[in-house]
């Protein structure tokens, strides 16, 4: 499975939108490419995932370069419930069960 | 609304005790995954399973066992529990069937199970 890399941390004020970035140069062209968060205390939850095209849903959206080598995720009025560590991976999406390995993602901070 | 359920949300043991981590998932799930997370580490698959009675070790299955005697239910067994077993573990479930995206990499999380091994 291709490696991803994100930031550590970022900051975002609540009601503006966060971006948070995904470096996957070497995705191949089966492999999606799936965010989660982890609010804290609580297990990971889903929000979206896409191959090649934008995606949106009522979470958030997600914006894959057309390169695919990148990929954005966007919450576009961050609330302070928002808080959460969020991650990026990249899976083939296959019909038998597949490891989805979890880095340590970003930790984003919603402020007032 | 779709719920993986863990038996036990804080757990306390002694070294050397067999513990058992049970959870239950009520979507009719085919696969079924445990993982433990510590601090600094991420999220580290130990078992998983995509059927009845079948299982495939993770990246860190030494120390654990697995049962999946029902396919609603997937159990983690520590034979022996020690200290660095001391972790937060995560099940979760997912389904190869339906349409884009409930694919076979959209994972349902239990909310978690805290074991302390003193």
């Known amino acids: 499975d291709a490696k991803t890399t994100q930031p550590t941390s970022m900051d975002c004020a609540e009601g503006r939108a966060a971006n948070l970035p995904c470096n996957h140069s070497t995705i191949s062209g089966n492999e999606y490419v799936y965010w989660y968060r982890q609010i804290h205390s609580q297990g990971p939850q889903y929000i979206i995932h896409?191959?090649?095209n934008n995606e949106t849903n009522e979470m958030a959206s997600l914006i894959i370069t057309e390169d695919r080598k990148s990929s954005t995720l966007i919450l576009p009025h961050a609330t302070l419930r928002d808080t959460a560590v969020y991650y990026c991976i990249v899976r083939v999406e296959a019909g038998t069960a597949s490891k989805l390995t979890f880095g340590t993602g970003t930790r984003l901070q919603v402020t007032l | 609304d779709v719920k993986v359920t863990q038996s036990s949300r804080y757990l306390v043991k002694r070294t050397g005790e067999k513990v058992f981590l049970e959870c239950v998932q009520d979507m009719d799930h085919e696969n079924m995954f445990w993982y433990r997370q510590d601090p600094g580490l991420g999220l580290r698959l130990i078992y998983f399973s995509y059927d009845v009675k079948m299982k495939e070790k993770g990246d860190i299955p030494e120390g654990y066992s697995v049962s999946r005697e029902k396919k609603e239910r997937f159990s983690l067994i520590l034979e022996s529990a020690s200290t660095n077993q001391t972790s937060m573990y995560l099940c979760?479930?997912?389904?190869?069937?339906?349409?884009?995206?409930?694919?076979?990499?959209?994972?349902?999380f239990g909310a978690g199970s805290r074991l302390t091994v003193l």
């Open positions: 896409g191959l090649k």
């Open positions: 979760a479930s997912s389904s190869i069937r339906g349409p884009f995206p409930s694919g076979a990499n959209v994972l349902t």
